[in-house]
């Protein structure tokens, strides 16, 4: 059944934000509206095809047999393999015949509020940039590999395109309670680097694992990170790691579990029993754990990125 913010909330109208509510204090350029949307960038030259490539390359390189099944179907259905750095209209056009989505082009990192009515909408904010030769194998904030090769094919598979959706939904009630940090988590640890049981073993269906060279196979086959079934409650009182390899990975049964997980719940119950802060550390194994397996933490004992230990 529909959450009380689908019946009440109109979703067409961007929220007004009151009190202290925690967003991040980004400046809004001059030239962007309220939307922070821009035309896509006409002017990709010749090398900023090539580093799409090469990084397209390299993924394929990687994750057959790694990346869930609705990630591999979703690049044959945009046809993200014909080369360069796509067209956001096409990628709209087509992905509008499937799920109804669309790709929208913005400069760099939204406020959470703009973000969240946009994906309320089923519109997905994608960088409008491409990494230099400098910035290819880490950047800072989501460029357009990251986000239209790593979110964009998950777009086509129909459930987890509603469960974006009411995900933009519950960050209206998110801002009510001050709880974006809960809902961030969720988000972390299931569209940017969520697992999913498949027939043939765990596969990776979260971006932030897809889009990078090392994280599909770290996250999928070392002994080092933990692996435990999803939780809603716990996963939002657990804290994450921002720039480096998760220490913890969490897995779920199906696309259809995630979206009865999180759509179903009583998001006002579940907020006010949350506390401010996080409860969990990133590493930590807790009682109430369904635990697929129980990592060493090798990679963190030796430093992280940085170090040279090699994550797998
Ligand atoms: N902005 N452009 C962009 N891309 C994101 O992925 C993004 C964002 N703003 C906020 C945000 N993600 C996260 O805080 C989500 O949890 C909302
Ligand atoms: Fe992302």
């Known amino acids: 059944m529909a959450s009380s913010a689908t019946t009440e909330t109109d979703f067409s109208v961007l929220p007004e934000l009151e009190g202290d509510i925690y967003t991040a204090p980004l400046q809004k350029p001059a030239h962007l509206g309220d939307d922070w949307v821009e035309p896509q960038q006409a002017d990709y030259g010749q090398a900023d095809h090539a580093i799409w490539d090469e990084l397209f390359e ?14 591999m179907r979703g690049l044959e259905k945009l046809d993200l393999a014909r080369g360069g750095v796509p067209e956001f209209d096409r990628l709209s056009a087509e992905l509008d015949g499937m799920t109804g989505w669309s ?9 959470d509020h703009v973000f969240f009515w946009h994906l309320a909408n089923r519109r997905f904010p994608a960088g409008n940039f491409i990494r230099t030769r400098e910035t290819f194998d880490y950047i800072q904030e989501p460029d357009v590999f990251h986000d239209v090769f790593g979110h964009v094919p998950m777009l086509t598979d129909p459930v987890f395109a509603d469960y974006m959706q009411e995900y933009g ?36 269906y979260g971006a932030g694992i897809l889009s ?20 809603v409650d716990r996963v939002m009182r657990t804290d994450y790691v921002i720039s480096d390899l998760q220490p913890t990975y969490f897995v779920i049964e199906s696309f259809d579990d995630l979206f009865r ?18 409860t969990y550390a990133n590493s930590a194994v807790i009682d109430v754990d369904n635990v697929v397996h129980r990592g060493t933490q090798e990679y963190l004992l030796r430093g992280g990125r940085g170090s040279g230990a090699d994550p797998v």
């Open 58 to 71: 390299r993924q394929m390189g990687v994750l057959p047999g790694r990346a869930a099944t609705a990630f």
């Open 103 to 111: 790709v929208i082009p913005v400069p760099m990192l939204i406020p």
């Open 169 to 204: 939904r519950a960050g209206w009630k998110a801002m009510r309670y001050n709880r974006l940090k809960a809902l961030g988590a969720l988000y972390w640890y299931t569209v940017e680097f969520g697992l999913i049981e498949e027939a043939d073993g765990i596969k990776a």
């Open 212 to 231: 990078g060279p090392t994280e599909a196979r770290f996250a999928v086959e070392a002994q080092s990170p933990n692996r435990i079934m999803l939780n």
């Open 261 to 278: 997980q999180t759509v179903e719940r009583d998001f006002d119950r579940l907020y006010r029993s949350l506390a401010p802060a996080f």
